[in-house]
């Protein structure tokens, strides 16, 4: 497998829940399973720097790509895309792959979809990490995203996000945009540009990362515009599905839990966990320096590092 390289990953389909739904199956012989989960704008390849390294260890890698994203359906029904359909969905991946448990590890959404489907389905999970996504419990009153802003201004952008104004500009000029949401910290813009409150219309000079190989870039760039943006777009337009599948569930995660924070990453700060310690007894926190929001493939030893630390004491490749 080579992470500049995503059609030499082992490409794999199953039909659950009434989708088809795409996965990367890495070490299938393993019984010790990692399911890394994504966020958005991402796709299972911002795993690509995780999945050969851990297989090559000896554990199973399973990636799937979340509905509304890339080979997955995007259904039309919103509700479907609430964390608890989106945790059935992976229950019944496992189910497909008769896997009963695993080490549940996520990114951004991917983060918050570890958490919820280790509280919809604690049968399944051994242990929870997110890299970049708070624990956060369910809220016990619904906040919509035009008040949650005006004390966690950091999501402000995800008032634009949720437009059709989004979309229509995502699939206009999904290769810029992919261009510059793309960059290491180092290079990184503010996701919405504030002289015209878009994404890519009025900004200049939206160049390749050299952190980002062509070939990665062209796969994120075609997966967009074959199906377009509105199913990952959806995922914004969940608040109030999630307060309504979510405020019953149990606050606590019974779990071992990972947090690893990226010290630059201006959507998720550090400070974001700092009550974190009241609701997952057992919980290992750490910190990458100089990284931002996409830690995982600006600094991909550091991640590995610490993952694997942890995975050595929880559950380590040879049961």
């Not at 059609?7 to 890495?26: C, E, K, M, P, V």
Request: glycine share 4%; aromatic share 12%; charged share 20%.
């Amino acid at each position: 497998m080579d992470p500049n390289d995503p059609s030499t990953f082992n490409h794999q389909y199953a039909n659950i829940n009434g989708i088809r739904l795409h996965y990367i199956d890495a070490n299938p012989s393993s019984h010790n399973v990692l399911l890394f989960i994504h966020g958005w704008p991402d796709l299972w390849l911002g795993w690509r720097y995780q999945i050969p390294f851990f297989s090559k260890l000896g554990y199973r890698v399973i990636v799937p790509s979340l509905r509304g994203f890339g080979e997955t359906d995007s259904p039309e029904d919103l509700t479907t895309y609430g964390d608890k359909g989106i945790s059935a969905d992976l229950a019944a991946l496992l189910d497909h792959l008769s896997i009963p448990t695993v080490v549940v590890v996520g990114h951004d959404w991917g983060g918050m979809v570890a958490w919820r489907f280790t509280q919809f389905h604690p049968e399944r999970v051994r242990a929870v990490a997110s890299f970049c996504t708070p624990y956060n419990p369910p809220e016990q009153q619904y906040i919509p995203l035009e008040n949650l802003v005006e004390f966690m201004p950091n999501f402000k952008y995800q008032l634009y996000l949720v437009s059709p104004e989004a979309e229509q500009e995502i699939n206009e000029h999904t290769a810029d945009f992919f261009k510059l949401v793309f960059r290491p910290v180092s290079e990184a813009r503010a996701l919405i540009y504030k002289k015209t409150n878009k994404l890519v219309i009025g900004r200049t000079n939206a160049s390749k990362s050299e952190a980002l190989s062509q070939k990665v870039l062209d796969y994120y760039v075609k997966s967009y515009q074959r199906n377009g943006s509105r199913g990952s777009l959806n995922w914004y337009k969940r608040r109030k599905i999630n307060y309504e599948q979510c405020k019953d569930l149990d606050p606590i995660i019974r779990k071992p839990a990972l947090m690893v924070t990226a010290a630059k990453d201006a959507a998720l700060p550090p400070s974001l966990t700092k009550n974190m310690h009241k609701y997952i007894p057992d919980l290992t926190q750490h910190n990458v320096d100089d990284a931002g929001h996409w830690v995982l493939w600006e600094k991909p030893d550091e991640c590995n590092t610490y993952l694997l630390k942890w995975l050595n004491k929880v559950s380590p490749a040879k049961l």
